[in-house]
Structures are given as structure tokens and as C-alpha cells.
């Protein structure tokens, strides 16, 4: 079974940054697509980031494009976002999740995931 576990969430004042990460355990995540996604209270689970398997392909939400970045570690079964310049409309619970796909390039593809982590809170003040 595969097993979820994020942290690196905390409180930080607006133009901050933060690291998450990830640790996968049941299954080596060379073979999934990892995307981050968030939900803010009163709002719709949305997509942050997806990285493909080898990392070729990376894909973000307009919102954070040009601040966080996706990468992944595949030999610590560890997928990370790193979040620059953080808004206070960043404030959400950050969710890691896994998907498997035929083609590398679907990764973006957020209906695709079904692993999902706890999750883990990130707070921005202005």
C-alpha cells in the first residue's frame, strides 16, 4: 500500500519561503507521476505542481508559477516544493499525491491522482 507522509508546513510571514516534503513508503516512486495540490478553507482542493516520473515534465498552477518549485528524489523516495515569495493567499492545508500513467506527459493530468497524504498546513500573514 502506498503510504503519504508530508511536512515542512508551518507559519510564515508574506514574502517568506517554506519547504515541504513528501516521503513515500509501500512502493518506489520511480514509476508515478508526484503532484502537490492544495485547498484552502471554503474552496475547492486545487493543483499546485506535478513532476513526471524521470522529472522531464513539470507543470504548474498560473498562481504559483515563478515562486515554487517541484522536484523529486527518487533514490529517498521523496517528492519536495519548494514555495518563494509566499502570498497570504497561499494560507491552505498542502496535500502530496501520487499517480500512475501510461505516458509521462499526462502527469499534469490532476483527475489522475489517487494516493493522497494527510496533508499539512501552511499559514501566510500579511
Known amino acids: 500500500q502506498v503510504r503519504l507522509v508530508e511536512s515542512g508546513g508551518g507559519s510564515v510571514q508574506a514574502g517568506g519561503s517554506l519547504r515541504l516534503s513528501c516521503e513515500v513508503s509501500g512502493s518506489t516512486i520511480s514509476n508515478y507521476c508526484m503532484g502537490w495540490f492544495r485547498q484552502a478553507p471554503g474552496k475547492e482542493r486545487e493543483g499546485v505542481a506535478t513532476i513526471s516520473p524521470g522529472s522531464t515534465f513539470t507543470d504548474y498552477a498560473d498562481s504559483v508559477k515563478d515562486r515554487f518549485t517541484i522536484s523529486r528524489d527518487n533514490a529517498k523516495n521523496t517528492v519536495y516544493l519548494q514555495m518563494n515569495s509566499l502570498k497570504p493567499e497561499d494560507t491552505a492545508v498542502y496535500y502530496c499525491?501520487?499517480?500512475?500513467?501510461?505516458?509521462?506527459?499526462?502527469?499534469?493530468?490532476?483527475?489522475?491522482?489517487?494516493?493522497w497524504g494527510q496533508g499539512t498546513q501552511v499559514t501566510v500573514s500579511s
Open positions: 499525491a501520487a499517480a500512475q500513467v501510461v505516458f509521462a506527459s499526462d502527469c499534469h493530468r490532476r483527475g489522475r491522482y489517487n494516493y
